[in-house]
Structure formats: structure tokens, C-alpha cells
């Protein structure tokens, strides 16, 4: 019975896949996919949607997704890792409000700011040490300390579940402010985020590390890479990243909104990743794909908030697009013997 | 004469004595309502639904709550649907068969626990709806007339922006579509605002479950679109510290004029002061708890079956400007008492 299905989908292949791999570049990946989407659409906005294209609307647009696209950076790292971090709204979150709160109340920037980034490596720790060490699911893992880390804010941290930007911090605040000859420093963050993370992933050790150990875990350990401590380093990474996003957008809003964590930004940010095309079974994709998620979805909303479009249409046209994607990428990339094997979450 | 002044001053020590004891007697008397007044409340019980708990507003009416429960012997206590509408619903549910005398319930819709609302009422328990109130009357309603709010801050924009050449372009930013505050608020708005040449509304756009970095982004899109944007109707006070972020950003602080509305907490001064907003409505949340605290009284005296009597109480408004704000402190929660 497997077996015919296997035929199937390699027939499937051999039709529309290969007509599409022909094309230059060779291989049709989800990547593609996703760009070509996205030239699509935002070919077709700079048509019809007045202003769209002026250089104002789209450092608009990048500034809206910016912090989306942090996040999804660091959620990149785990993924590639054949993890998933769960907990990165309430890494984003809490920490950021712990340093808000303790500027507030007369701490200094330094020691505030030290205080948040201490937190945010002991949540990645304890999801790390938990994952590698206790063998416990990512899945499971991440949910249950996101939960409890955002929890730790409700039980009463803070006075007001919206904590807000205290003078204290103006200093700092150019972090999500502003702009440097004209480029909003939200979405210049976003760029060095990128660069930082592609470096790493790409030029050092632990980078390749984390690619071994998320393509074959049980070869990358046979090899003598120490496992378990680059899975505890890619969770205390992402807490990191989570928590640099957590700055930009408090200092982007004047406020930090803890009540974020209930809402479903954690699946915004999954989508900007899996839907550039790194594999939630782990080993593929890099920065660029996390770039192409969030520029896609950055578009799609942008001229949807210029068309006035009501706010369950937009939900609607979201989800559209995005199972456009999906479907796109399973009809040309057939699942064959090696995907179909590697866990899927 | 001696005979007679020793008369005299018997008779004055007499009448002093007597006078002394009636005096006495007058200092103290049975209120007769006292007693039964609070044995009738001892025992009862009184549960908070909130939409959320951990806002200046739903901590700021717990709080009012919660120190005349402590003052008169009656148990109180907040059962927190975290944003969770589902688990709000549960709540609701098994508090029909817990019984408490009074649920005060926030609603994060107009339809959702309507028909929970009922049965709850059908079981013999008082239901206040707080603020934000379903399609479905019970025992009683405290809070805002949204619709007003809307009215009043169409109004203030209209004053601003009619009267150009041009029609004033208008931003509306409202909450969840089926929040009594997004729907209610858009009627007012269209009260005011249909039929006037003077503006014009360019968008409106809901910033989800009242995000403010949404609140931001949108304005951000919008006023790339329309530079020349005269005023922002804005939902919330919390929400719209976003709005104002990127109003602030673009340059466009003193160009746009923004209103928004809330329970007149340290933020609402704040903003004012900073000049985050220029015109702010606000349901006085102390204000707010006394009347909700008089009906959960009114509701645990009440020996009719329930849901013979309905009460509506729309909290009296009141508005603020830069200007008119003066010296007011705005309620923080250590200064409710």
C-alpha cells in the first residue's frame, strides 16, 4: 500500500516538477515559491494601490514586520536545530518588561538592561537543558516555560499587564525609534539581526553545528560534535534574539504589552519561517528564507491596511496566501522516502 | 423666702437630674435596618469575571469590589478569562452550578455569553454585566454608553477638521469587530459623521484584541497614504500610546489630532500632559465601581425572583482636553479607596 503511494507521488514529480526544475537555478524549492509570490503580489499592489510604491509605504511596510522577522531569526536557529522555541513571546515579553519596570523604578540602564538579558539566557537554559538533557519534546518543553514565564508576570512583577516606556530609558530608546538617514532604526535592527544570525549560521562552528545536529542528530554526535550543549546553546540564543525584539518593539510602542503573550503572534512568527521554506524537520533553509516569510507577509498586510479591508477579510486573505504556499510546495516537492522519515512536528 | 429658695434649688437640682437622664436615654437607639442589613450579607458571594485581569480598568474595579466585600462580610473573588473567551465561557458554566449570588461579568463580545448570561439568571443568579455588555439584559449594567463615547470624539474631530476647503480626513481605529466597543462606537461615529460634507472617513481598521504595536503600524500605512490626515478616532487609551508612538515618529503630533477614551487613569493625565492625545473621554472607573457596588448591594437585599427588576447605569462621562484637564489627578490604584 506504501509502496503505491510512493509510485504516485514520484509520478507526480516526474510531471509538474520536472517541467518546473527545468527552469533556471534547477530545483523548485519553497523558496522560490514564496519569492515568486511575493513579486507577484507586490507587482500587482505597485499597480493598482496608489502610493504603494513610494519609498515611505515600504520602509513602512519593513518597519511594521521588523519585529516579526527578529523573531522569526531566532525561531529560524531552533528549527534548523529540529527544535521549535514555543516560549518566544513570553522571552519577548517579560524580560522586556522586567527592564522597563526596573528603570522605572530608578535602577539605571545598565544594570535594567543587564537584568532583562540575564533572564532571557536563564529561560533559554532551562528550555535548553530541559530539551537536551531531560529529552523532553521542544514542543512540550517550550509551551509549558512560555506559560509559566509569562505567568511570572501576571502573578503581579508588574503593576499593569501594559508596562510603559519610562523616561529613564530615552536614552535607549532609538532602538525602536527614529530613524538613520531615513532608515527607521527598527528595520535597521532587523538587517544587523540578519546579518549577525546569517554569519553565524553560515561562516563559524557552532553554526554548522547546528545544522548537523538538526539534519542527522545521531550522526552528528558519532562525529564528536558535543550535542547537547549546542541544542542548550541555540534555545539560550533564541531567548536572546526574542529579548532584542522584546526592546525594539517596547521602545518602538512607548510600551510593552504583556498580554501579547495570549494572542497568536507565536503563530505569525512559525509561519514567517516554515513558510520561507526551513523545514520544521530541521538540517535546511537560512536567513533568506526568514527574510522572503516576512517580506511576504509584510506585503500582503500593508496593501490590505491601504485597501481598508475589514479585519476578518484580512485574517482571510492571510490564511489564503498561505495555504496557496503550502500546497504549492507539496504538489512540486512530493514527499519521497528521506522527507517522509524525518520527524515532523 | 429661705423655704422658697430651698424649694427653688430642689426643684432646679430635680430638673437638672431628670433633664440628665432623658438626655441620657436619647444617645442611643436599635437602628432597626443595621442588623439584618449585614446578616443578610454575611456568607454571600460575589464572583468578577473579567475579560482580563492586570489592566488599569478590571484592577481598578476589583479593587472597589473587593474592599466593600472585606468591609461588609461577604466573600468575593475574580475568576480570570485571560483573553480566553472559551475559557471565559467554561468559567461561566461552572459557576452556574456553583451558585454564587452575583457574577459581575465583563463580556469580550455581544454574543458570546449571552446564553450562558441567561441560564445563569434562570438559576437564580444576579448577574451584572461590567462595561462591556452582551446583546442579552440582566439584573443590571454598569458602565459606558459607547455609543456616546463615539458621539463625543466624532464631535471634537469634526469641530477640528470641518471647515476647510477640503474635507478633514479622519482614521478610525476600533477594536475586536464584534467588541461592544468596536460596534458601538462605530454607531456613534456614523451618528456624527455620515452626512457631514465637512469630513471625510478615509479608513478603519481594527487593531486586533486592542494591540497598540498594531495601533502604531496601521497609523504608520495610513498617514503614508494620507500625509495630510487631520484627526484619529482611537478606541482606547492603552491601545493608542501606539497611535501616538508614530504619530510622534512621523512629525505629525501637533498636525493630527487624536482622540481617545478610557477609565481616566494616570495614563489618561499623562497623555494629556504629554500631548499624546488632544481630547480624551473618560468612564471615571472610580465612579464606576460605586455604581457597581451599589447594584451588587441592591442585588444581594433583593428577595424577588431574579430578573424582575433590570437596571441600567450609564456612567455619567466626562471628557478632557489639554486645557480643561488643570490640576487633575487622575486615579491610580493606591489612591481608590
Known amino acids: 500500500m506504501g509502496s503505491r503511494i510512493d509510485e504516485a507521488s514520484a509520478k507526480g514529480r516526474s510531471g509538474l516538477s520536472r517541467v518546473l526544475s527545468r527552469l533556471p537555478g534547477g530545483g523548485f524549492d519553497q523558496l522560490r515559491i514564496v519569492t515568486l509570490l511575493f513579486v507577484a503580489i507586490f507587482a500587482l499592489y505597485a499597480l493598482i494601490l496608489p502610493g504603494f510604491l513610494s519609498i515611505g509605504n515600504l520602509l513602512t511596510l519593513m518597519r511594521t514586520v521588523s519585529v516579526l522577522g527578529i523573531l522569526g531569526l531566532g525561531m529560524a536557529i531552533v528549527v534548523i536545530g529540529r527544535g521549535i522555541d514555543l516560549s518566544m513571546i513570553a522571552s519577548l515579553c517579560v524580560p522586556a518588561a522586567v527592564v522597563l519596570t526596573l528603570a522605572a523604578r530608578g535602577y539605571g540602564i545598565v544594570p535594567s538592561v543587564g537584568a532583562g538579558l540575564l533572564m532571557a539566557v536563564a529561560i533559554g537554559l532551562l528550555n535548553g537543558i530541559l530539551v537536551a538533557y531531560a529529552e523532553i519534546p521542544s514542543l512540550f518543553t517550550t509551551l509549558a516555560v512560555g506559560i509559566g514565564i509569562a505567568g511570572i508576570g501576571q502573578i503581579g512583577v508588574f503593576d499593569y499587564e501594559i508596562v510603559s516606556w519610562p523616561p529613564q530609558l530615552d536614552p535607549i530608546a532609538w532602538i525602536g525609534r527614529g530613524a538613520l538617514f531615513g532608515m527607521p532604526y527598527s528595520v535597521l535592527a532587523f538587517g544587523v539581526a540578519a546579518v549577525v544570525i546569517g554569519v553565524f549560521l553560515r561562516r563559524t562552528r557552532p553554526g554548522m553545528f547546528v545544522y548537523a545536529s538538526g539534519d542527522n542528530p545521531g550522526a552528528t554526535r558519532l562525529t564528536g560534535i558535543p550535542l547537547r550543549p549546542v541544542l542548550v546553546m541555540q534555545y539560550v540564543i533564541s531567548a536572546c534574539v526574542a529579548f532584542f525584539a522584546g526592546m525594539v518593539l517596547s521602545a518602538s510602542s512607548a510600551s510593552m504589552d504583556t498580554r501579547i503573550f495570549n494572542l497568536t503572534w507565536i503563530y505569525d512568527v512559525i509561519l514567517v519561517v516554515v513558510l520561507g521554506g526551513i523545514g520544521l524537520s530541521g538540517g535546511r533553509g537560512g536567513v533568506i528564507n526568514v527574510v522572503v516569510g516576512t517580506l511576504l507577509i509584510g506585503t500582503i498586510m500593508n496593501g490590505l491596511t491601504i485597501m481598508n479591508m475589514p479585519f476578518e477579510m484580512q485574517n482571510l486573505v492571510r490564511g489564503l496566501v498561505l495555504l496557496f504556499a503550502v500546497l504549492a510546495d507539496s504538489l512540486v516537492n512530493p514527499r519521497n522516502e528521506e522527507t517522509s522519515q524525518q520527524g515532523d512536528i | ?337
Open chain 2, 1 to 337: 423666702m429661705r423655704k422658697l429658695f430651698e424649694f427653688a434649688c430642689g426643684a432646679a437640682l430635680a430638673v437638672t437630674v431628670l433633664g440628665g437622664q432623658i438626655a441620657h436615654a436619647q444617645t442611643s437607639m436599635d437602628d432597626p435596618l443595621r442588623d439584618s442589613y449585614y446578616e443578610n450579607l454575611t456568607g454571600k458571594k460575589v464572583v468578577f469575571v473579567p475579560v482580563f485581569m492586570g489592566l488599569d480598568l478590571t484592577e481598578g474595579w476589583s479593587k472597589i469590589m473587593d474592599t466593600q466585600a472585606k468591609d461588609l462580610g461577604y466573600s468575593y473573588e475574580v475568576r480570570n478569562s485571560n483573553f480566553n473567551t472559551s475559557a471565559g465561557a467554561q468559567t461561566i458554566t461552572s459557576l452556574i452550578s456553583e451558585k454564587p449570588d452575583v457574577i459581575v461579568v465583563q463580556n469580550p463580545d455581544v454574543q458570546s455569553y449571552a446564553k450562558l448570561l441567561q441560564q445563569a439568571e434562570k438559576a437564580g443568579i444576579h448577574v451584572i454585566q461590567l462595561n462591556m455588555k452582551t446583546n442579552y439584559q440582566t439584573t443590571g449594567f454598569v458602565g459606558a454608553d459607547v455609543e456616546l463615547i463615539g458621539e463625543k470624539q466624532a464631535e471634537a474631530a469634526v469641530e477640528k477638521c470641518a471647515g476647510g476647503s477640503q474635507p478633514g480626513k479622519i482614521l478610525v481605529l476600533a477594536g475586536p469587530p464584534t467588541s461592544p466597543f468596536s460596534a458601538y462606537m462605530l454607531k456613534g461615529y456614523e451618528n456624527v459623521l455620515n452626512g457631514n460634507a465637512g469630513v471625510q472617513i478615509v479608513s478603519v481598521q481594527s487593531t486586533g484584541d486592542y494591540e497598540s504595536s498594531k495601533a502604531k503600524s496601521i497609523t504608520q500605512v495610513v498617514l503614508q497614504q494620507h500625509p495630510d490626515l487631520c484627526a484619529i478616532l482611537g478606541v482606547w487609551d492603552n491601545a493608542d500610546v501606539g497611535t501616538a508612538a508614530a504619530l510622534q515618529e512621523a512629525g505629525k503630533a501637533d498636525q493630527v489630532f487624536l482622540t481617545t477614551s478610557g477609565g481616566g487613569g494616570e495614563l489618561a493625565c499623562k497623555g494629556l500632559r504629554e500631548k499624546q492625545w488632544q481630547y480624551y473621554v473618560s468612564y471615571d472607573v472610580p465612579g464606576q465601581g460605586r455604581d457597581l457596588n451599589d447594584l451588587i448591594l441592591a442585588a444581594l437585599q433583593d428577595k424577588n425572583p431574579v430578573g424582575s427588576t433590570r437596571t441600567v447605569l450609564y456612567t455619567p462621562l466626562v471628557t478632557y482636553t489639554p486645557e480643561t484637564l488643570g490640576d487633575e489627578k487622575c486615579w491610580t490604584l493606591d489612591t481608590l479607596r
